[in-house]
T-cell receptor, first 114, second 111 residues
């Protein structure tokens, strides 16, 4: 148990719809990162938030956006869903210290786009 | 660019030893992680190497050579529950810390 939770566990959406995924980090963790993991692949970095500001982004289009809140929760929003967005979405929190590298993963949300 | 390579699949026998290799070409290297991931579940932390050499933790050991861009994860006394994907990930920095993952190695342990 990492103390990181995500909701919902599973979700089915239709192409073109919008979805919001939620993550609750460990208390005191100022940094949250989001990853997309397609079947049979390693997680791909989407973006990272530190103290409610986006401070890094991977190679994902702007329809992937996020928010981080003061209560250590965060959201990943995806607009105009495409079939290729079907994946396991993982959030990972870390203490936020520059020299603290370990990230604690949540159980993930399985998104299916039909 | 950032590149991490590891074998796609491996098989081994219960009780045996298996070594999973990982090679990387990245910028801003700040260490290498190994994670275990069972199907449909989150990655769980196994090891972190930032200095060259071997780190041992129970049945699991991890080795790093920074000059060669090479790491391996060694699993001893294999058990059926070790059947999982093993992810090699490098942490890079450039104003923030980011994990770059390999595609993972699916290990099947047979009786």
């Amino acid at each position: 148990e990492t103390g990181v939770t995500q909701s919902p566990t599973h979700l089915i959406k239709t192409r073109g719809q919008q979805v919001t995924l939620r993550c609750s980090s460990q208390s005191g963790h100022n940094t949250v990162s989001w990853y997309q993991q397609a079947l049979g692949q390693g997680p791909q970095f989407i973006f990272q938030y530190y103290r409610e500001e986006e401070n890094g982004r991977g190679n994902f289009p702007p329809r992937f956006s996020g928010l981080q809140f003061p209560n250590y929760s965060s959201e990943l929003n995806v607009n105009a869903l495409e079939l290729d967005d079907s994946a396991l979405y993982l959030c990972a929190s870390s203490p936020g210290s520059y020299y603290s590298y370990e990230q604690y993963f949540g159980p993930g949300t399985r998104l299916t786009v039909t | 660019g950032q590149n991490i390579d590891q074998p796609t699949e491996m098989t081994a026998t219960e009780g045996a030893i298996v070594q999973i290799n990982c090679t990387y070409q990245t910028s801003g290297f700040n260490g290498l992680f190994w994670y275990q991931q069972h199907a449909g579940e989150a990655p769980t932390f196994l090891s972190y190497n930032v200095l060259d050499g071997l780190e041992e933790k129970g049945r699991f050991s991890s080795f790093l050579s920074r000059s060669k861009g090479y790491s391996y994860l060694l699993l001893k006394e294999l058990q059926m529950k070790d059947s999982a994907s093993y992810l090699c990930a490098v942490i890079i920095s450039g104003g923030y810390n980011k994990l770059i993952f390999g595609a993972g190695t699916r290990l099947a342990v047979h009786p």
